[in-house]
Structure formats: structure tokens, C-alpha cells
């Protein structure tokens, strides 16, 4: 559980919904372990296809480990959650499972919507398929979702035109990983890295010295000096380009912290 508990006065509300394969891994050793790289070649596929769908509709999704992947759903309700799963099981060998779950506090939003997938069984059982269960965020505010973008300051001078790319990668998630655990831990935000020196971080309300915390603890723990855009909106999509506009300003001001 996250360090920092839910303020009754906070006012985001970040609907979260689980996307898990169904039998998935049975799958892919029946009736004998398939190639590994048409493995990778669906997954990709899916994982793009959910972008699209989740994307047009104003949401993020992020890959996780590809059998399971996490979205931030605001604005979408269950009619476009069953589209989604009747689109996956018209076009794919396998179905997925969705779990939704709303909160101030990204990570209690996941907890719920994983709880309510587990709740219909295994994911390694044939049983399951296409469980859908969760509450909805009905209405919507311009402030339910608070979006951070973070990267690395200069990562071309330093790792990408200085090292090879597997120790620029390592260099990268090693900094990604200390934010990720970082701001689960003392916020119960959500970090995902998105290629690049990105990451993308669903989170609760924070202030400006929370952030310049997390900047100051990966500098310390991993090396890697980052600075982050914040921006909120009624969908993902929207806090998120604010974000970005954010992030922006800190490269031409100069500066580790931009609010939208």
C-alpha cells in the first residue's frame, strides 16, 4: 500500500481498468510451445490495437508485461469496455479479461480492478473468459486525471551518442525503475515507461516539492537526472498534452518542475 493516504479533499478520481489475457499462458505451449517471436509479433499487435481503441477515445494504456496491460479510462464506460473485448475476441486467438476500478489514489484504482479480474478466476484458466467487472467514473470534471511526464535531462549527450545502446538502456531503466518503485511507494502513483528516456506517471494530487522529491531520490539513488511536466484534464489525454506543454517549458526555462 501506498505511504500516503487518500485526502478526502483531493479531487482527482483516475479509473483504472486491468487488461489481462485469458489462459494465455497455456496458450502458448499448446498443443506445443509456439515460436517465440509470433509471441512477440501478437502481443505487439495487441498492444497497439489498445492503443488505438483506448487512444481515439481519450485514454492511456500501458504494456506492463504485454499478458497484462494497465489503462487509464476516464471518459470510457462499460459499453466501450465490451467493444473492446468483442473487438480482441473477433480479431485474435485469444480474449482478454477487464477489471475497472475509481479512486483518488491511482494505485487503490488498480487494486480494485485487479481484484475484481482475480475474482473471476485464474489467468491460467480455460474457464475464464472475457470477465468484465468495475464501476465507471459517470460524470467528469477538467481535473479528474493528474498526468506528470518525466524525462531525462540531456539523455543524448550523456548515454545515447556517448554509450552503446544496451548501456544506455540499462542507464535508463535503472532510473525508471527508482521512480517507478519511488512514486508507487510514498504516492501511490502509477510510473510507465513509454520508450525514449519517457515516463509517463498517473498520480493523486501532489504539490510542486513532492515532485522535486522524487527528481532529488532517483538523482541519489540511480544517477539519472530527470525533470518532470504536470498536467491534470477530464481524460488521460488531456492532462497528459498538458503535461507534455509542461514538460516543455521546464527545457526552455530551464528549470526540473512546470505545472500546466
Known amino acids: 500500500m501506498c505511504r500516503r493516504s ?19 499462458g497455456p496458450w502458448t505451449v499448446t498443443p506445443e510451445p509456439r515460436r517465440e517471436m509470433d509471441l512477440q509479433t501478437l502481443q505487439s499487435r495487441l498492444f497497439a490495437d489498445l492503443a488505438q481503441y483506448i487512444g481515439n477515445r481519450g485514454g492511456y494504456v500501458f504494456f506492463t508485461r504485454f499478458d497484462n496491460m494497465v489503462a487509464v479510462t476516464n471518459g470510457l464506460d462499460r ?27 491511482p494505485i487503490e484504482a488498480l487494486e480494485t480492478a485487479t481484484r475484481r479480474v482475480q475474482s473471476a478466476g485464474s489467468a491460467q484458466s480455460s474457464d475464464r473468459s472475457e470477465a468484465l467487472a468495475g464501476d465507471f467514473r459517470a460524470e467528469t470534471a477538467d481535473d479528474d486525471v493528474s498526468v506528470a511526464h518525466f524525462d ?30 519511488y512514486m508507487r511507494e510514498e504516492h501511490g502513483a502509477l510510473s510507465f515507461f513509454v520508450g525514449g528516456d519517457n515516463v509517463i506517471a498517473a498520480c493523486p494530487d501532489l504539490a510542486r516539492d513532492d515532485y522535486r522529491a522524487a527528481i532529488d531520490h532517483v538523482a541519489d539513488d540511480a544517477d539519472v537526472q530527470l525533470k518532470v511536466g504536470v498536467g491534470t484534464g477530464a481524460s488521460p489525454h488531456d492532462a497528459g498534452y498538458a503535461a507534455k506543454h509542461a514538460l516543455e517549458d521546464c527545457r526552455y526555462e530551464g528549470t526540473l518542475v512546470e505545472f500546466a
Open 79 to 105: 459499453r466501450d469496455h465490451e467493444l473492446l473485448q468483442e473487438s480482441v475476441g473477433n480479431r485474435y486467438p485469444v480474449t482478454v479479461s477487464l477489471g475497472v476500478g475509481v479512486d483518488a489514489v
Open 6 to 24: 487518500r485526502d478526502p479533499g483531493t479531487v482527482t478520481a483516475a479509473q483504472l481498468t486491468l487488461v489481462q489475457i485469458d489462459n494465455y
Open 152 to 181: 531525462v535531462n540531456d539523455a543524448t549527450g550523456k548515454y545515447t551518442d556517448r554509450l552503446n545502446e544496451f548501456d544506455s538502456f540499462i542507464n535508463i531503466e535503472q532510473g525508471y525503475a527508482s521512480l517507478m518503485r
